[in-house]
């Protein structure tokens, strides 16, 4: 019979699961009804005996390590937790959200136990044999792995089941004692690069996707770069979205050396689309855009899909968007930003 483990951690606060963790509890959760296993849960952290009401309802058996040696991300630490949690729990099958602390010690735990790991797992289902789904060549081909190995280390994209929220009540939680290695490292605390610099969020609401007219000639026979600039920086900052660009507008940056006026601030890594990424978000708007791949490819995980541009014959607008509003993102974009503006102000 398979165990299953599902391993979480709290997030900055100590004391509170992050969203992924808990997106995991809930493909757990649907895996264990699946092939009428029970659950444990194992949970990594500062204050990780805090977390643990969160989870009171889910039935399943609690498991810890807490302390001021898991307050901060670090491969020794972590990975002597996570092995210490899998032994306990005698799990052949771990599930555990794509979190940058997990991705960097999965691997090693999956090793040390003699295991071995799959990444970006969409979905899970089976009952006499277990199947995980992941995406390959641009999301274009779905796989789906079955294994024999055990434990079977599944790593679980984020955005791809709904954060488990159950009602907050005593429970029970066994705390699990991990021998530590000698520690060479020293977290000394997180540098976050300001709101403004960091344009990639994975965990945002929307993605805001700019296209190559932003430093097109605009009606008035002039490029306006930088207020370009200005107004994507200042919705960025109020919105809280994550910034995407279309390849055409990225590829600028990196073709700067013609003496093009460029968005200093975009990178390859904000591309989406074929050659890009295809990120998850609820919703999407894409402002002075034309192209196929952003629409049809970069797109495809956005649940709800708008469009600014000033092309009402679009195909890829049409096709691909919600709703589409025919009209000058400078204009549309300095409203929604004066609008957003006064809600803060108010609020
Ligand atoms: C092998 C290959 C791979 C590719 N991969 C990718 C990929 O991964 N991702 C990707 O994005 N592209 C990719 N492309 C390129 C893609 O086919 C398109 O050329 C590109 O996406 C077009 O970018 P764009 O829409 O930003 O620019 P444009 O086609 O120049 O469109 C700009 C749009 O902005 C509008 N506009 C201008 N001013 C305003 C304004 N004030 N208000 C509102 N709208 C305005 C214009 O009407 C126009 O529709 C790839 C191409 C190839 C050949």
Redesign the pocket.
């Known amino acids: 019979m398979e165990t299953i483990l599902v391993l979480t951690h709290v997030d900055d606060s100590g004391a509170t699961l992050t969203k992924a963790s808990l997106e995991a509890v809930t493909a757990g959760l649907e895996l264990s009804r699946q092939i009428s296993t029970p659950l444990t849960i194992g949970i990594l952290g500062l204050n990780a005996e805090s977390a643990v009401s969160s989870l009171a309802d889910t039935g399943a058996r609690l498991l810890a390590v807490s302390g001021e040696a898991f307050a901060q991300a670090r491969y020794a630490s972590d990975a002597a937790a996570c092995e210490a949690l899998c032994r306990t729990a005698q799990a052949s099958i771990v599930l555990a959200p794509a979190s940058a602390r997990f991705m960097r010690i999965a691997a090693g735990v999956s090793h040390r136990l003699g295991g071995c790991i799959d990444t970006h797992i969409t979905s899970l289902s089976g009952t006499s044999t277990i199947e995980a789904t992941r995406w390959f060549y641009r999301q274009r081909i779905e796989a789906v792995i079955r294994r024999d190995a055990r434990p079977w280390f599944v790593m679980l994209d984020a955005g791809t089941h709904a954060a488990y929220a159950g009602v907050p009540a005593p429970a029970q939680i066994e705390l699990v004692a991990v021998k530590l290695p000698a520690l060479r490292t020293i977290v000394e605390g997180y540098r976050v690069p300001l709101l403004d610099a960091q344009t990639i969020r994975p965990d945002a609401h929307l993605l805001f996707v700019a296209?190559?007219?932003w430093t097109?000639k605009?009606p008035d026979g002039q490029v306006h770069v930088a207020e370009a600039s200005r107004q994507i920086l200042s919705f960025l900052r109020l919105s809280g979205a994550s910034l995407g660009s279309?390849?055409?507008?990225a590829d600028q940056k990196a073709e700067g050396g013609e003496d093009q006026p460029v968005l200093s601030f975009l990178t390859h890594l904000n591309?989406?689309?074929?050659?890009?990424s295809t990120p998850r978000h609820a919703k999407g708007l894409s402002?002075?855009?034309?192209?196929?791949?952003?629409h049809a490819?970069?797109w495809r995980f956005i649940a709800e899909r708008r469009a600014?541009?000033?092309?009402a014959n679009?195909g890829w607008t049409r096709g691909k968007a919600d709703v589409v509003y025919i009209?000058?993102?400078?204009q549309v974009m300095t409203r929604v930003s004066a609008l957003l503006e006064s809600r803060a102000a108010g609020s």
Request: charged letters at 20%; proline letters at 3%.
């Open positions: 296209g190559a007219g097109k605009q279309s390849k055409s507008l591309q989406i689309g074929q050659t890009g402002t002075c855009c034309h192209g196929e791949e952003p490819v970069g600014i541009s000033l092309d679009c009209a000058d993102a400078f």
